[in-house]
Nanobody, 120 residues
Framework: QVQVVESGGGLVQPGESLRLSCAAS????????MDWYRQAPGNERELVAF???????KTRDSVKGRFTISRDNAKQTSYLQMNSLKPEDTAVYYC??????????????WGQGTEVTVSS
């Protein structure tokens, strides 16, 4: 069983910053990706940023230059540093961890989400 827990969301004003964390735990042999998604009210869930075990990263165009994804492999934790936040960044942010458990099968587990509200 693998668990994924996001934290760090909150209410901030435009231009401010937040750092989200995503911690994976449980029966994990290796994690090959920890991706960040978000879903605003009335919208579909969209990929914000991904980071593979080999270090490949990609962020969606609307957050480039403002959001940075990073990862601490030893802690099985991913971070999303969000700077210069805008009202349109308001959403529930989710983490998806993909990897392999010790007995071999792969897993893809979602966290419960952390809410980010950007408003003056």
């Amino acid at each position: 069983q693998v668990q994924v827990v996001e934290s760090g969301g909150g209410l901030v004003q435009p231009g401010e910053s937040l750092r989200l964390s995503c911690a994976a735990s449980g029966n994990i042999a290796s994690i090959y990706a920890m991706d960040w998604y978000r879903q605003a009210p009335g919208n579909e869930r969209e990929l914000v940023a991904f980071l593979t075990a080999s270090g490949t990263t990609k962020t969606r165009d609307s957050v480039k230059g403002r959001f940075t994804i990073s990862r601490d492999n030893a802690k099985q934790t991913s971070y999303l540093q969000m700077n210069s936040l805008k009202p349109e960044d308001t959403a529930v942010y989710y983490c998806n961890a993909r990897g392999v458990d010790p007995s071999g099968p792969s897993f893809s587990v979602w966290g419960q989400g952390t809410e980010v509200t950007v408003s003056s």
